[in-house]
């Protein structure tokens, strides 16, 4: 069983930055993808940015330029630092693993952002 907990969500003003980390309970080294997901109240949860085994990143349009998606495999954790927030950033983040291609998916438990003045 895989574990997967996130960190680093909060209230920010429009305009701030955060760092999410999610620490993983294995390696994630050589593994088929890692990425966020968001999900805000009365919406389905969404990709927000993805980073496959190889390195390779791919965004959502709304946050491209904003937020960034990297993986530290000795730590075993991925990270996404956001930036120039706004309040539609607002949601809760959820970190995901997928080991191989077509198998399971993992989720963690979520982490709140929030952003508003």
């Known amino acids: 069983q895989v574990q997967l907990v996130e960190s680093g969500g909060g209230l920010v003003q429009p305009g701030g930055s955060l760092r999410l980390s999610c620490a993983a309970s294995?390696?994630?080294?050589?593994?088929?993808?890692m990425g966020w997901y968001r999900q805000a109240p009365g919406h389905q949860r969404e990709l927000v940015a993805r980073?496959?085994?190889?390195?390779?990143?791919s965004y959502a349009d709304s946050v491209k330029g904003r937020f960034t998606i990297s993986k530290e495999n000795a730590k075993n954790t991925v990270n996404l630092q956001m930036n120039d927030l706004k309040p539609e950033d607002t949601a809760v983040y959820y970190c995901n693993m997928v080991i191989n291609y077509g198998g399971r998916t993992y989720w963690g438990q979520g982490t709140q952002v929030t952003v508003s003045s």
């Open positions: 980073v496959s085994g190889g390195g390779s990143t």
């Open positions: 294995r390696s994630i080294f050589n593994i088929y993808s």
